[in-house]
């Protein structure tokens, strides 16, 4: 056995070091590292089922056709904004990622440009929906190819609403309060996220704020005109509808609470994409309403009420993008043109249901949407939809700083918390001014 | 000439072979090179590029320009960083008095002698020992506004009719998470203090009994000024892994309900790495700084004089 000294231990520490140094003087960790992977960074899918299809029939498929290997990683959705930034910032990390709605925009300058697949999908695809163009273009290009649009629903306990005598869904806020009263009464509150996630929160918040009358800024881009009687009387309604007819809970909740509050049978409604009815439909003999019936009988859809100012809607959308660091940007683009093709697209789409509405028209002609009258309303979200910083035609930077500091949804958080209207609706309109002026 | 001779002709002493290392001065400097290497790199490095961040207007994948202190002025007139700086003291405040007291309950508890002492102690450490994130989540789902299994035992002893909005309210969402950081801990005060505990001769307390003081008198003029060192380190230490705390509220709240618990940390985590305003984030985080400098001060100087007296 080798007998330990002094000098042995820090000679092999100099080398250990010198080692360390050559690694870092040449910023590559050793040659195993080489090859073509493209690492694609997703959401966990609410439909688990196509991330199973993904990661099983899919990518080996991509990986055969294109000799490439793919790493498939999926996270939370409200991971994958940190880690763009943390990938940005460090120069290295997935060649793939996807984002919601406009996130897209705040790093619209260290991605790349993706106008010619994006120009190829839209031409074999009948175009692109507008709010495609909104959260995508940065003005001049496509800085992210979209992917799909999650359309946001209200879902429903139909016997319940028939049991407080509303035949039909309520058509205005009024109604729905008044539904809404009656039904948590009886212990059955509707349920709504006021919580930073990125989906159900804003989808809510921002179509309730327009249907009143109010927007974030004017159709100038610059003039917030926010501290007006309408966004005021918004937010007073919003208080005492919480206060009669939501389970107050909502405040704490993310994208998944409510999902898994409606499927436990606690609240009588809430807006979300169908997956709550499409794991319904995967588990009809799990979920039994009080009668015995199954549960996925039980459950409509319905676009959220009008208010004073019009009836609106936002979805939330999903697209991905390709850092600039990408050392396999080329790798990153084929795959991202294979996944497309109407043939590797169908049956990612065909697996979620429904859940995604595809981002261009030709999709609207899929028979799948004729299989369930249930998920009808979902096949046109597309078309319907405005993007944060309505009115303003592009979804732009500012209106994605406003969106990612969740200003409008806690606008109404704070007043359903407690604090007056009035002082809410002044300190979202501060926070406003400071990012558009 | 003859000069040059006898230079070329003086028998030189043999020239000792260099051994750098065996001199000490040198030695010393070699070994300290490591540590400085690490400091520099994951402290003093980051804490720069924090300072020169927070001068600029950097977003994510820009690098901005200068900008002076315009971010601090910008923070400082935003209402979320007042209600993170107010956070932040209650949080800490709040959490150490409590650590500190449950955790010198049960150092004297533990300090006795009883049968499973052994396992007891070891036991004790579990909440410091289970990865934070892990423990926080399952507290996540005991505080759950739906399925909460809190309000579900209280609701069963007849104790509440309704939920407990636990962190769906501002106040209970702070009280949740100030919960948590206790129950988190309690067990490092616990152990800490313990072992300060058992350093003291148990001759002084019993000097003191034999002399008629009672078991009070004994602990606050015998084993209070004895454990009192130990207790500022373990004090100081907790202040500032709970000033910069970040998991629990994560986690729990991730800042919400409408920003209602977040800390200096995770404000400057949501508007550095979610927004992407880089300089502005680390403008919050550097607001930390002066703050923990000065408790670390007065902390060691108030450790020192103890020491000498």
Same mark, same amino acid.
């Given at each position: 056995?080798?007998?330990?000294?002094?000098?042995?231990?820090?000679?092999?520490?100099?080398?250990?070091?010198?080692?360390?140094?050559?690694?870092?003087?040449?910023?590559?960790?050793?040659?195993?590292?080489?090859?073509?992977?493209?690492?694609?960074?997703?959401?966990?899918?609410?439909?688990?089922?196509?991330?199973?299809?993904?990661?099983?029939?899919?990518?080996?498929?991509?990986?055969?056709?294109?000799?490439?290997?793919?790493?498939?990683?999926?996270?939370?959705?409200?991971?994958?904004?940190?880690?763009?930034?943390?990938?940005?910032?460090?120069?290295?990390?997935?060649?793939?990622?996807?984002?919601?709605?406009?996130?897209?925009?705040?790093?619209?300058?260290?991605?790349?440009?993706?106008?010619?697949?994006?120009?190829?999908?839209?031409?074999?695809?009948?175009?692109?929906?507008?709010?495609?163009?909104?959260?995508?273009?940065?003005?001049?290009?496509?800085?992210?190819?979209?992917?799909?649009?999650?359309?946001?629903?209200?879902?429903?306990?139909?016997?319940?609403?028939?049991?407080?005598?509303?035949?039909?869904?309520?058509?205005?806020?009024?109604?729905?309060?008044?539904?809404?009263?009656?039904?948590?009464?009886?212990?059955?509150?509707?349920?709504?996220?006021?919580?930073?996630?990125?989906?159900?929160?804003?989808?809510?918040?921002?179509?309730?704020?327009?249907?009143?009358?109010?927007?974030?800024?004017?159709?100038?881009?610059?003039?917030?005109?926010?501290?007006?009687?309408?966004?005021?009387?918004?937010?007073?309604?919003?208080?005492?509808?919480?206060?009669?007819?939501?389970?107050?809970?909502?405040?704490?909740?993310?994208?998944?609470?409510?999902?898994?509050?409606?499927?436990?049978?606690?609240?009588?409604?809430?807006?979300?994409?169908?997956?709550?009815?499409?794991?319904?439909?995967?588990?009809?003999?799990?979920?039994?309403?009080?009668?015995?019936?199954?549960?996925?009988?039980?459950?409509?859809?319905?676009?959220?009420?009008?208010?004073?100012?019009?009836?609106?809607?936002?979805?939330?959308?999903?697209?991905?993008?390709?850092?600039?660091?990408?050392?396999?940007?080329?790798?990153?683009?084929?795959?991202?043109?294979?996944?497309?093709?109407?043939?590797?697209?169908?049956?990612?789409?065909?697996?979620?249901?429904?859940?995604?509405?595809?981002?261009?028209?030709?999709?609207?002609?899929?028979?799948?949407?004729?299989?369930?009258?249930?998920?009808?309303?979902?096949?046109?979200?597309?078309?319907?939809?405005?993007?944060?910083?309505?009115?303003?035609?592009?979804?732009?930077?500012?209106?994605?700083?406003?969106?990612?500091?969740?200003?409008?949804?806690?606008?109404?958080?704070?007043?359903?918390?407690?604090?007056?209207?009035?002082?809410?609706?002044?300190?979202?309109?501060?926070?406003?001014?400071?990012?558009?002026? | 000439?003859?000069?040059?001779?006898?230079?070329?002709? &003086?028998?030189?002493?043999?020239?000792?072979?260099?051994?750098?290392?065996?001199?000490?001065?040198?030695?010393?400097?070699?070994?300290?090179?490591?540590?400085?290497?690490?400091?520099?790199?994951?402290?003093?490095?980051?804490?720069?590029?924090?300072?020169?961040?927070?001068?600029?207007?950097?977003?994510?994948?820009?690098?901005?320009?200068?900008?002076?202190?315009?971010?601090?002025?910008?923070?400082?007139?935003?209402?979320?960083?007042?209600?993170?700086?107010?956070?932040?003291?209650?949080?800490?405040?709040?959490?150490?008095?409590?650590?500190?007291?449950?955790?010198?309950?049960?150092?004297?508890?533990?300090?006795?002698?009883?049968?499973?002492?052994?396992?007891?102690?070891?036991?004790?450490?579990?909440?410091?020992?289970?990865?934070?994130?892990?423990? &926080?989540?399952?507290?996540?789902?005991?505080?759950?506004?739906?399925?909460?299994?809190?309000?579900?035992?209280?609701?069963?002893?007849?104790?509440?009719?309704?939920?407990?909005?636990?962190?769906?309210?501002?106040?209970?969402?702070?009280?949740?998470?100030?919960?948590?950081?206790?129950?988190?801990?309690?067990?490092?005060?616990?152990?800490?203090?313990?072992?300060?505990?058992? &350093?003291?001769?148990?001759?002084?307390?019993?000097?003191?009994?034999?002399?008629?003081?009672?078991?009070?008198?004994?602990?606050?003029?015998?084993?209070?000024?004895?454990?009192?060192?130990? &207790?500022?380190?373990?004090?100081?230490?907790?202040?500032?892994?709970?000033?910069?705390?970040?998991?629990?509220?994560?986690?729990?709240?991730?800042?919400?309900?409408?920003?209602?618990?977040?800390?200096?940390?995770?404000?400057?985590?949501?508007?550095?790495?979610?927004?992407?305003?880089?300089?502005?984030?680390?403008?919050?985080?550097?607001?930390?700084?002066?703050?923990?400098?000065?408790?670390?001060?007065?902390?060691?100087?108030?450790?020192?004089?103890?020491?000498?007296?």
């Amino acid at each position: 056995m080798a007998r330990v000294t002094r000098r042995n231990v820090l000679k092999s520490g100099a080398a250990l070091v010198g080692g360390m140094a050559g690694i870092l003087a040449t910023g590559r960790a050793p040659a195993f590292a080489q090859g073509t992977t493209v690492h694609w960074l997703r959401w966990n899918d609410f439909v688990p089922a196509s991330d199973q299809l993904l990661r099983k029939e899919l990518l080996p498929a991509a990986e055969k056709a294109l000799g490439i290997k793919i790493n498939l990683e999926t996270v939370n959705g409200n991971d994958l904004q940190p880690r763009i930034t943390s990938a940005i910032q460090s120069g290295s990390g997935p060649d793939i990622i996807m984002l919601f709605n406009n996130h897209p925009q705040i790093y619209s300058e260290s991605v790349v440009d993706l106008s010619d697949i994006a120009g190829r999908v839209s031409e074999a695809e009948d175009g692109y929906y507008d709010l495609c163009k909104s959260n995508s273009v940065d003005g001049q290009k496509w800085i992210s190819l979209p992917w799909t649009i999650v359309g946001a629903m209200i879902a429903y306990r139909k016997s319940w609403f028939d049991e407080v005598g509303s035949s039909t869904f309520p058509d205005t806020w009024e109604k729905y309060r008044e539904v809404g009263k009656k039904l948590k009464a009886q212990g059955r509150p509707i349920g709504q996220t006021l919580g930073h996630t990125f989906g159900d929160a804003p989808t809510f918040s921002y179509p309730y704020m327009w249907s009143w009358g109010g927007t974030e800024v004017e159709k100038d881009g610059k003039t917030i005109n926010l501290n007006k009687k309408e966004v005021i009387e918004s937010v007073k309604f919003m208080t005492a509808f919480w206060k009669e007819a939501h389970d107050e809970g909502g405040l704490a909740w993310d994208d998944t609470n409510n999902n898994r509050a409606f499927l436990s049978q606690t609240i009588c409604a809430t807006l979300n994409g169908a997956s709550i009815y499409i794991e319904s439909l995967r588990n009809p003999d799990k979920y039994i309403t009080e009668k015995g019936t199954q549960l996925k009988t039980d459950i409509q859809h319905s676009p959220l009420p009008k208010g004073p100012a019009g009836q609106f809607a936002m979805h939330t959308y999903f697209s991905h993008v390709i850092p600039n660091y990408s050392k396999n940007q080329d790798g990153a683009k084929a795959l991202l043109k294979w996944i497309h093709t109407k043939a590797n697209y169908e049956p990612w789409f065909v697996s979620q249901k429904g859940f995604a509405t595809p981002p261009t028209h030709e999709w609207e002609k899929h028979k799948l949407w004729e299989e369930d009258k249930v998920m009808a309303p979902f096949k046109i979200a597309g078309r319907l939809g405005q993007t944060p910083g309505y009115p303003l035609p592009s979804s732009g930077k500012k209106a994605a700083e406003v969106l990612t500091k969740y200003i409008i949804t806690d606008m109404y958080a704070k007043a359903v918390q407690g604090a007056t209207a009035e002082d809410s609706v002044k300190w979202a309109e501060v926070e406003l001014k400071k990012i558009y002026t | 000439m003859a000069i040059a001779e006898t230079q070329v002709y &003086t028998p030189q002493a043999p020239r000792p072979k260099v051994r750098l290392l065996e001199d000490e001065r040198w030695l010393a400097l070699v070994l300290l090179v490591p540590t400085l290497v690490l400091l520099g790199t994951f402290i003093a490095y980051p804490f720069l590029r924090g300072i020169l961040l927070s001068v600029t207007d950097a977003r994510v994948g820009v690098p901005g320009g200068f900008v002076g202190l315009a971010n601090f002025y910008k923070i400082f007139n935003d209402g979320i960083f007042r209600t993170s700086v107010y956070n932040t003291f209650i949080y800490t405040g709040v959490t150490t008095v409590f650590k500190l007291a449950l955790g010198l309950w049960l150092a004297l508890l533990l300090n006795r002698n009883f049968r499973g002492k052994a396992f007891t102690r070891a036991f004790i450490l579990l909440p410091f020992i289970i990865p934070t994130v892990l423990s &926080t989540f399952a507290w996540k789902w005991m505080f759950d506004p739906t399925f909460s299994v809190i309000n579900w035992l209280l609701y069963h002893l007849g104790l509440i009719t309704g939920r407990i909005n636990w962190l769906g309210d501002p106040d209970l969402a702070m009280i949740s998470i100030i919960i948590v950081n206790i129950w988190r801990g309690v067990p490092f005060f616990a152990i800490s203090l313990l072992a300060g505990l058992q &350093t003291i001769s148990p001759e002084l307390n019993e000097a003191a009994a034999i002399d008629g003081a009672r078991p009070w008198q004994r602990f606050w003029y015998v084993t209070w000024p004895l454990l009192l060192p130990v &207790t500022m380190v373990v004090v100081l230490f907790s202040v500032i892994q709970t000033f910069a705390d970040f998991q629990i509220v994560y986690v729990m709240t991730g800042g919400g309900p409408a920003n209602a618990t977040h800390l200096f940390a995770t404000y400057a985590y949501q508007i550095g790495i979610g927004t992407g305003l880089l300089s502005e984030g680390a403008a919050i985080s550097l607001a930390m700084f002066p703050v923990l400098f000065l408790v670390v001060i007065i902390q060691l100087l108030y450790i020192r004089r103890v020491e000498v007296r």
